[in-house]
């Protein structure tokens, strides 16, 4: 009799666990998907979901969950350009120092590459594969050029440059980079907001509205089917590679 009522309480306690367990697990199924709902209703809150690429909707995920407002955020801008065509920026935040521009970059392997240089260099397999892409500060460098031309405001408000690596990759060799701009892997671009709003004065911003209607104009232009056809055609007709006969 004593051994079936330790079998009947073991069977209670299995029970009792396997309850408790389903339980958890629900909850967490639950608390899982409350969170990417949240996350999807913060990334609406200043762009779409099928905008831009996964590394640049995270960093304006990263961006509002750190107590920047939505306002402030400016996501995909196809700038227009005095020549008709546009430029396209990957984010714009506005803070009391100035405008931070980001150029994001998804790349894997060791990143080698100086701020004077044309091209710089990702190497894979330990250094048996090596691949060139554009350097990003000049890239970042045009993009803020053709801002400054929007207006007078934009000419001499204070522009920052910061080239954002998502992906698991390693900046091993990155120098010459001129002031102004900064070089961040994805898990330290906080500091570097954070250290271009501390060590920087406030920015004086003559036309607040002038700089919203701008930067939302861009970003308007980015949802124009015509408009991204006609800058992605401008640059495969750049990169020329249809006039490369080998």
């Not at 939505?70 to 920026?89: C, E, M, R, V, W």
């Not at 984010?91 to 998804?106: N, P, Y």
């Amino acid at each position: 009799m004593e051994s079936i009522i330790i079998i009947f309480f073991g069977i209670i306690v299995v029970l009792l666990v396997v309850s408790r367990s389903r339980t958890n697990q629900r909850n967490r199924k639950w608390q899982w998907e409350e969170t990417i709902s949240h996350n999807r209703e913060l990334i609406e809150s200043v762009t779409q979901l099928e905008r831009g690429t996964w590394s640049e909707r995270d960093l304006v995920l990263e961006l509002l969950k750190n107590d920047f407002k939505p306002g402030a955020i400016f996501h995909d801008l196809y700038l227009k350009k005095s020549n008709g065509g546009h430029t396209q920026i990957d984010l714009v935040l506005a803070t009391s120092a100035g405008l931070i521009v980001f150029e994001v970059k998804d790349y894997s392997g060791w990143i080698f590459g100086k701020g004077n240089q044309s091209q710089w260099t990702q190497v894979l397999a330990y250094g048996r594969d090596k691949y060139r892409f554009y350097n990003p500060v000049l890239q970042n460098k045009n993009h803020i050029a053709e801002l400054r031309k929007q207006s007078r405001q934009f000419a001499k408000l204070p522009i920052f440059s910061v080239i954002v690596f998502y992906g698991n990759c390693e900046l091993r060799d990155i120098s010459f980079i001129p002031h102004g701009t900064y070089i961040t892997t994805a898990r330290r671009v906080l500091d570097v907001v954070e250290t271009i709003i501390n060590d920087n004065p406030p920015a004086s911003y003559t036309d607040k509205h002038e700089i919203m209607r701008i930067l939302k104009q861009a970003v308007e232009n980015g949802a124009t089917p015509e408009i991204q056809e006609q800058h992605a055609a401008s640059v495969q007709d750049m990169i020329g590679k249809d006039r490369v006969f080998d």
